[in-house]
Nanobody, 122 residues
Framework: QLQASGGGLVQAGGSLRLSCAAS????????MGWFRQAPGKEREFVAS????????YYTDSVKGRFTISRDNAKNTLSLQMNSLKPEDTAVYFC?????????????????WGQGTLVTVSS
């Protein structure tokens, strides 16, 4: 089970830190990531990290602003979001896949959390 938290309302230019608590299994051998879905739009990739945290991927629109990290000892995943923009408004989902390699492909993720809403006001 993946439980995301940390969403909320923030002004443009502000910061939020999303967290994902993983339970029910050990995710240290799983790649993990974040996707988001804005109102009326399809889910899109945000960031992913390999099982050993050696590789990270980001969608172009968040590069330099968002940082993904994981703590395998605590079975947690985080997304630090800085310089937030109104277009970052979305429900953010924590995901994991049965494989060590990070990917940007939605269909390759096997486990999804319930999502946490991030709203950025202009």
């Amino acid at each position: 089970q993946l439980q995301a938290s940390g969403g909320g309302l923030v002004q443009a230019g502000g910061s939020l830190r999303l967290s994902c608590a993983a339970s029910g299994r050990t995710y240290s051998s799983y790649a993990m990531g974040w996707f988001r879905q804005a109102p009326g739009k399809e889910r899109e990739f945000v960031a992913s990290v390999s099982a050993n945290a050696g590789t990270m991927y980001y969608t172009d629109s968040v590069k330099g602003r968002f940082t993904i990290s994981r703590d395998n000892a605590k079975n947690t995943l985080s997304l630090q979001m800085n310089s937030l923009k109104p277009e970052d408004t979305a429900v953010y989902f924590c995901v994991a896949r049965r494989g060590t390699i990070a990917t940007m492909t939605l269909e390759r993720y096997d486990y999804w959390g319930q999502g946490t809403l991030v709203t950025v006001s202009s």
